[in-house]
Each structure stands twice: as structure tokens, then as C-alpha cells.
């Protein structure tokens, strides 16, 4: 299933619906969520067939409008102002869900009658439940930019609403922000207001769940790109030891931290553990200290380009002690996004300061290809080219060999 869920109030919107009408030729969309003022209902309207999908749920909230392709079939739950709740059912798959579209107010105040709405469903629920939209309050202070400190306390109700219902949040690519005022210098402020969420059921039942951030074209807000595929399994990470890793101050301190262990025993079974128990704690230092570097860099390269308009606008002293202090927070990320792909492209004659991450990418993708396994010969010198037949002489082999 890919769904899409854009926020375009305050746009201009024969601009915005220009960009879906694009995105939906691409991706072809079962689901459009579409949040939007009253007054521009009625344009809304008119901009549906462009779209090319099938059916639209019109007689629904004004703050909320749907486009449901033919594959679904829709029942509304609940029609509130603050938020939609659809079951979808579909009929290729045979699957149910449920799916709360989210469009919150801006005071805080007025946002506990969404999340008692919210509560109240969590209690029932009983079916896959995927909820997105725009809460318009963020879930941490490092999910905003600029402007006055955050309110801790709006910070509180919607994370005991979120932890109670027991939501999770689905993660995303692209630039942590999804929302910014439109101003620059000291009033520049981004936001993380857009989020996608969902049940353990929900995660379960579509393992293969991708969520980016694409850009703010055409509005405040950044549309959401959701992909659910219900036969891709989760892909596992394997643990990798980054190799810029050790050039931070604090990377030998963690290793001695964790380079011990409070039992007796066989000394490969020492080993072991203590290697499981740096893993572990080096990728929550890894985390911590450089986060998701290729997200930081999106975030970053939309701060860098609003101080790059103002500075052009007026090349004050200020203006340009500001553009460098982004840039220089950019360069940071941009140098560690080279040395991993250098890395991963297990490139030794790599030269300082190259960066082209799509030579990279070639690398990595040719890497791949020469490690492909497409054919074996077993014990008799015969060719063996089918993917289940290599299988069993790998297996065969392998009995063989230790038994």
C-alpha cells in the first residue's frame, strides 16, 4: 500500500495539487489524506478528478478530506473536528485496518479533546491501528529550530497520550522537520509536526513500512510519503563498526566502560559476551552522539539555505557569522557521510576531500554484483545455475565436510 499524507492550508493551492497530481502519476497512491481549511473545501473539490482517484469521502469533516482509490472499501468511524477515523478494508488483500487521520488544533488546550478521542479509541480498538497526520506539537526539543523554548508541558500530554494508547512512532526519512513559518534569521523556526504512528498489530501486519519526509513545495508542511508492503519482512541491520567511529574523543572510554565481565568462565565464552555487550552499548553511543547522520544533513541543508537567502538579502557581519555557523554544522555531517561511504565502498586509495556519493553508491552497487553467487559447480564438475539446486549442493557440501 503507499499512502500520502500532506498538510496544504495556507498555500497556494492550484500550486500544491499541481505536485500531487505529479506524485500520484509516479507512485500511484491507494490513499491521499489531505488536511485543509474550510475555505478551500470547495477548491478541494474541484482539484479530485485531476488527482485519479476513485473515490472521494466528501461528506466528512471540513478540516479533513480523503482520496481512496477503487482497491478499498471505507467505512467512517468517527468524524471529529480534530480528527477522521476510517476502517479500510482491502479487497485484494484481505486486509483490515484502521486509520486515524490527524489534524490537531494549535492550543494546547484545545488539543485534550483529541486525545481523549484518542484514548477512548485505544481502548476499543481491535484491529490494525495507523495514525498520521499533523499534531502540531512536537515530541522532543531536538524536533525543533529556532523561536521561544518549547512547553514542556504540551510535551507531556501528548507523550502520555501517544505512551497510553500505546502508539509507536514509525520513524521516517528525509529532514526531521516537516514544518517551517517561512521567515528567516532570528525568526526562522522548523518544527517536527507531522508524524506517522502505529500499533505493534499495525507493524506486524505491514513489516515493510517506509515513511519520508518529501519537501515543503507548495506548502508549510512537508507531505508524507508512507509505503506498506505486506510480504517484505523486516531487514535486520547487522552491527557494523563505523571506522570514524574511533577518531571521537569519547570512543575508547565506552570500549573500557564495557571491555569487562562480572563472571568466570571459559575464555572464548568470555569473549563473546564481552564483545555482545560493546555492540550493544556502541550503537547507543553511536546513536546518541552522531544520530542519523544522512537525516541530520537533510535537516541541516534546509537551515543552511534559509540563512544563504537572508545573507544575500542583507550581507550584514551578523547575517554571515550566522550562515557559517550552519555551514560549518552541515560540513561536520557531510565529512562523516563521506568517510561511511568511503568505508562502505571498501575503498583504501580514497582521496580527503572527494565527495561524490553517487560514484559511491556505484562502487557499493558493483561491490554487490561481483559477490553475487549466480552459479556453482558441484562435486561431479557439473554447473548448477537454479537458485534451489545451489541451495541443496551448498548444504550437501557442507554435511559432507563436517559430519
Not at 497530481?21 to 470547495?42: C, I, N, S, W
Not at 525543533?144 to 509507536?168: A, Q, W, Y
Not at 552497487?365 to 548448477?384: A, E, F, M, V
Request: aromatic content about 12%; charged content about 30%; glycine content about 4%.
Amino acid at each position: 500500500m503507499n499512502a500520502l499524507i500532506w498538510n496544504i492550508r495556507s498555500v497556494n493551492t492550484q500550486q500544491a495539487f499541481e505536485r500531487l497530481t505529479k506524485m500520484h502519476r509516479q507512485k500511484h497512491y491507494d490513499f491521499v489524506g489531505l488536511m485543509e481549511p474550510k475555505q478551500q473545501a470547495k477548491k478541494l473539490e474541484r482539484y479530485r478528478n485531476k488527482i485519479g482517484l476513485a473515490q472521494a469521502i466528501s461528506n466528512v469533516s471540513n478540516k479533513i478530506w480523503d482520496f481512496i482509490d477503487e482497491v478499498f472499501e471505507v467505512t467512517v468511524m468517527y468524524n471529529m473536528v480534530q480528527q477522521l477515523t476510517l476502517r479500510l478494508f482491502h479487497t485484494e488483500s484481505h486486509v483490515e485496518f484502521v486509520l486515524t487521520l490527524i489534524y490537531a488544533k494549535c492550543d494546547a488546550i484545545e488539543r485534550i479533546e483529541l486525545w481523549d478521542s484518542l484514548y477512548a479509541m485505544a481502548r476499543d480498538m481491535d484491529a490494525p491501528w495507523l495514525v498520521g497526520g499533523d499534531f502540531n506539537v512536537i515530541w522532543e526539543e531536538e524536533e525543533k529550530f529556532g523561536g521561544l523554548p518549547v512547553s514542556l508541558n504540551e510535551i507531556d500530554d501528548f507523550r502520555h497520550c501517544i505512551n497510553t494508547c500505546n502508539l509507536f512512532d514509525l520513524g521516517f526519512k528525509g529532514s526531521i522537520f516537516t514544518w517551517w513559518n517561512g521567515r528567516a534569521e532570528e525568526d526562522c523556526i522548523f518544527k517536527r509536526l507531522d508524524r506517522f504512528l502505529a500499533k505493534v498489530e499495525f507493524q506486524q501486519t505491514f513489516p515493510g513500512i517506509e515513511v519520508q519526509h518529501l519537501s515543503k513545495t507548495g506548502s508549510d508542511h512537508s507531505p508524507m510519503d508512507l509505503k506498506c508492503d505486506i510480504e517484505t519482512p523486516p531487514i535486520k541491520k547487522p552491527f557494523k563498526l563505523l571506522n570514524f567511529w574511533v577518531e571521537h574523543a569519547t570512543f575508547k572510554d565506552v570500549v573500557k566502560e564495557n571491555w569487562f565481565a562480572d563472571f568466570s568462565a571459559n575464555p572464548y565464552i568470555l569473549f563473546n559476551h564481552k564483545l555482545k555487550k560493546l555492540k550493544k552499548d556502541l550503537s547507543l553511543w553511536s546513536k546518541a552522539t552522531f544520530g542519523d547522520i544522512f537525516q541530520n544533513i537533510a535537516s541541516m541543508e534546509e537551515v543552511v539555505m534559509v540563512h544563504e537567502a537572508e545573507f544575500e538579502a542583507n550581507p550584514t557581519g551578523m547575517n554571515r557569522e550566522r550562515l557559517q555557523k550552519v555551514q560549518a554544522e552541515l560540513i561536520k555531517y557531510l565529512a562523516l557521510e563521506e568517510k561511511y561511504w568511503q568505508q562502505k565502498a571498501g575503498m583504501t586509495w580514497f582521496k580527503e576531500g572527494d565527495r561524490n556519493t553517487k560514484f559511491f553508491h556505484a562502487q557499493v552497487r558493483g561491490r554487490r554484483k561481483r559477490l553475487q553467487l549466480t552459479r556453482i559447480q558441484n562435486s561431479g564438475g557439473t554447473w548448477i545455475e537454479e537458485e534451489q539446486e545451489i541451495a541443496e549442493e551448498a548444504i550437501k557440501f557442507y554435511e559432507e565436510q563436517f559430519t
